[in-house]
């Protein structure tokens, strides 16, 4: 079977029209590429050049050839500068899965200061449950995952601790006056209640965490995603537990106010999951060690 070599000497000469121009535009000699397409003409069993002492032309059967390696030698070329591109990151595209608390206590930082050194990356995320986001990770429809524990391992995957964090329990400010010191989760279990639906890892942590005060967590309300429930809670619909780092902003402005509880809420992580033997690009590569020395940073 003819090598590429001898295809790239074939368009080579093709558009000089000359063995001699193709020589010399190849750094060759003229008898080593008149020899390379006599072993393809020989090879294919056609003529593909017309030899004349005008120089050469190709034969109608060297012109169909020619249509076809013109496109494969252009498709290789795109597919090397692509290559080189993202090596040298200036261009390439990730794709990440992330639940809403990763999405802000880890992603989001770390995205801001990977576009600020390679701003011709693109990304793109896609913001699910933790369970979504694993099955788009299994399905390959990402190329990693960022959520939050707990959380069901799947075969094949590897996950690794990116930060801890303690959820803390919000109300807004139509409770000010009735929760102003430590209460008991009896006590707190007469209150409306405000979380995640049924079937998430959020909502199971905590029916678990009443049951091991011999109480049932039933929510009053139920949130689709984790933002939803400080806005509930700023109006007073209930309450609800929600990270201490992103409560911070609303305690201050004094929209919410934290509710102390005898019971410390158990502690969760926010993780990065790969999937085993996956092959990942150099811009993903990238990201991954930036999340990783970000979380060194914050330990």
């Known amino acids: 079977m003819a090598t590429l070599d001898y295809y790239r000497i074939f368009y080579c000469v093709a558009e000089c029209k000359s063995f001699t121009k193709a020589a010399e535009l190849l750094n060759n000699s003229q008898p080593n590429i008149t020899r390379c397409m006599n072993n393809l003409e020989n090879e294919l069993g056609v ?21 076809h390696v013109a496109v494969a030698l252009e498709q290789f070329d795109i597919g090397e500068a692509e290559i080189r591109e993202e090596q040298n990151m200036t261009s390439g595209l990730i794709s990440i899965g992330a639940s809403e608390i990763a999405l802000h206590m880890t992603l989001l930082p770390a995205l801001q200061r990977f576009l600020e050194e390679y701003p011709k990356i693109r990304i793109r995320i896609t913001n699910d449950p933790s369970p979504e986001a694993m099955e788009a990770l299994d399905d390959g429809v990402v190329d990693f995952a960022v959520i939050t524990t707990p959380f069901g391992m799947k075969r094949g995957m590897v996950s690794i601790p990116l930060v801890s964090f303690h959820e803390i329990l919000l109300a807004g400010n139509a409770y000010r006056g009735k929760l102003n ?11 409306p209640f405000i979380s995640l ?7 199971d942590l905590y029916v678990q965490y009443f049951m091991n ?16 429930i400080l806005p509930m809670v700023e109006y007073g619909l209930g309450l609800g537990f ?28 926010v993780c990065l ?27």
């Open 47 to 67: 003529r593909l050049f017309e030899r004349t002492h005008r120089g050469i032309t190709l034969t109608r059967i060297g012109q169909r050839l020619y249509e």
């Open 181 to 191: 010191r430590v209460h008991s989760l009896r006590e707190l279990a007469e209150y």
């Open 197 to 203: 639906g049924s079937g998430t890892g959020t909502r």
């Open 213 to 228: 005060s011999g109480l049932t967590f039933t929510p009053d309300l139920e949130a689709s995603t984790t933002d939803q």
């Open 242 to 269: 929600y990270p201490e780092e992103l409560a911070r902003d609303a305690i201050r402005e004094g929209k919410a106010f934290r509710v102390y509880t005898d019971e410390p809420s158990p502690e969760r992580q």
């Open 273 to 299: 999951l790969l999937k085993k033997n996956r092959k990942l690009g150099t811009a993903s590569e990238k990201l991954i060690a930036q999340l990783k020395a970000q979380s060194g940073e914050t330990r």
